[in-house]
T-cell receptor, first 113, second 112 residues
């Protein structure tokens, strides 16, 4: 069972570069989210989606874009990477929003130099 | 903003002992969840307790919820070295059923 798949696992970017973090789930979940995890900060919500074509901002959306063209995929785009975006990024999906368990990907460790 | 806050921040116990972790939250909720994260991995769901439940069990896990005190506790009985991980409580953001927010986590170390 694949569940939630994130790629890449590791990435190093130079300041100002752009990139897309990929997230795909095969559970037909409507709800998908992106979090970043920083030491001492726990997980903070970046963007989320309640279904294809619908996205909204979370707690820390600045510097990130998302789109949801299909139920399966929810890519996260960094428009112009900054050192402050160095973090571990997690994608999650649920079948019924915050009312059911969330399934997480293995994470993408991003370093911006 | 983060709704849940775990306590203590770190816990170190001997194998075989029980581990108790607490979570407090700010506003009313319809459920509270606990997750585990092993080093370098994603989060894994442990247990969900709804607001009309006071206690729930799953294997060696026991979760309680006190909505009057806005708090929950996670008890791991007869801990094992493999329980070494970070533990997070998570709650829905009030008025936004699609948003799940997490606390900063508790680092549990179980010494063999």
């Amino acid at each position: 069972n694949a569940g939630v798949t994130q790629t890449p696992k590791f990435q190093v970017l130079k300041t100002g570069q752009s990139m897309t973090l990929q997230c795909a789930q095969d559970m037909n979940h409507e709800y998908m989210s992106w979090y970043r995890q920083d030491p001492g900060m726990g997980l903070r919500l970046i963007h989320y989606s309640v279904g294809a074509g619908i996205t909204d901002q979370g707690e820390v959306p600045n510097g990130y874009n998302v789109s949801r063209s299909t139920t399966e995929d929810f890519p996260l785009r960094l428009l112009s990477a900054a050192p402050s975006q160095t973090s571990v990024y997690f994608c999650a999906s649920t079948s019924q929003g915050a009312g059911t368990e969330a399934f997480f990907g293995q994470g993408t460790r991003l370093t911006v130099v | 903003s983060q709704q849940g806050e775990e306590d203590p921040q770190a816990l170190s116990i001997q194998e075989g002992e029980n581990a108790t972790m607490n979570c407090s939250y700010k506003t009313s909720i319809n459920n509270l969840q606990w997750y585990r994260q092993n080093s370098g991995r994603g989060l894994v769901h442990l247990i969900l307790i709804r607001s009309n439940e006071r206690e729930k069990h799953s294997g060696r896990l026991r979760v309680t919820l006190d909505t009057s005190k806005k708090s929950s506790s996670l008890l791991i009985t007869a801990s094992r070295a493999a329980d070494t991980a970070s533990y997070f409580c998570a709650t829905p953001l009030t008025g936004a059923n699609s948003k799940l927010t997490f606390g900063k986590g508790i680092t549990l170390s179980v010494r063999p």
